[in-house]
């Protein structure tokens, strides 16, 4: 089975621009989760999309955004860009909604000028 | 919410060695455990997980343990190689039905 797939793997932006960032999930998954890394601050958990349907969110602000298509694929977009959204993106797919295995992606750097 | 304390954030050890390291965490509601490994550059790999109905699960040199009453878990890895360096996080769901929280992470260096 083909891992988890995110695109970009790489993007620069300036302040104030907006970005969307794509995952597919591994084939028959249909949850999607969406995570912020940074040194600093370690693995924060963005959203939780399943049968397109946020479930659950993170302590982040309303610039952070995302969605879930009905083949399961998730973007997540951020607007006006900030310094501090600099990070490295990660989602990840699992089987179902709840306490479930989940497999992340190889992430999209996002580095903000 | 839920909270997840890990410690420690570094570890050093010698090749053969045995590393250990616990994460505690709040909501008493928390129904699985999971631990990933995170080599430089790489995504996080699940390595093990163990759910609030079993105490504790072995695979090869790897070993986690769950106390629901003190609400910790532990990550054990025996004859530690060098390429088991990574940083480790462990995770706890919110609720029974939630999103996973992480840790910090554990950087573990293990030197030949």
């Known amino acids: 089975k083909a891992g988890v797939t995110q695109t970009p793997r790489y993007l620069i932006k300036t302040r104030g621009q907006q970005v969307t960032l794509s995952c597919s999930p591994i084939?028959?998954?249909?949850?999607v989760s969406w995570y912020q890394q940074t040194p600093g601050q370690g693995l924060q958990f963005l959203f939780e999309?399943?049968?397109?349907?946020?479930?659950n969110k993170g302590n982040f602000p309303g610039r952070f955004s995302g969605r879930q298509f009905s083949n399961s694929r998730s973007e997540m977009n951020v607007s006006t860009l900030e310094l501090g959204d600099s990070a490295l993106y990660l989602c990840a797919s699992s089987r179902s909604k709840g306490a479930y295995e989940q497999y992340f992606g190889p992430g999209t750097r996002l580095t903000v000028t | 919410g839920e909270n997840v304390e890990q410690h420690p954030s570094t570890l050093s050890v010698q090749e053969g060695d045995s590393a250990v390291i616990k994460c505690t965490y709040s909501?008493?509601?928390?129904?699985?455990f999971p631990w990933y490994k995170q080599e430089l550059g790489k995504r996080p790999q699940l390595i093990i997980d163990?759910?609030?109905?079993?105490g504790e699960k072995k695979d090869q040199r790897i070993a986690v343990t769950l106390n629901k009453t003190a609400k910790h878990f532990s990550l054990h890895i025996t004859e530690t190689q060098p390429e088991d360096s990574a940083v480790y996080f462990c995770?706890?769901?919110?609720?029974?039905?939630?999103?996973?929280?992480f840790g910090k992470g554990t950087k573990l260096s293990v030197k030949p």
């Open positions: 999309y399943f049968s397109e349907t946020q479930r």
């Open positions: 909501d008493s509601a928390s129904n699985y």
């Open positions: 084939s028959g998954h249909r949850s």
């Open positions: 995770a706890a769901t919110e609720g029974s039905q939630g999103n996973l929280i």
């Open positions: 163990i759910r609030s109905n079993v």
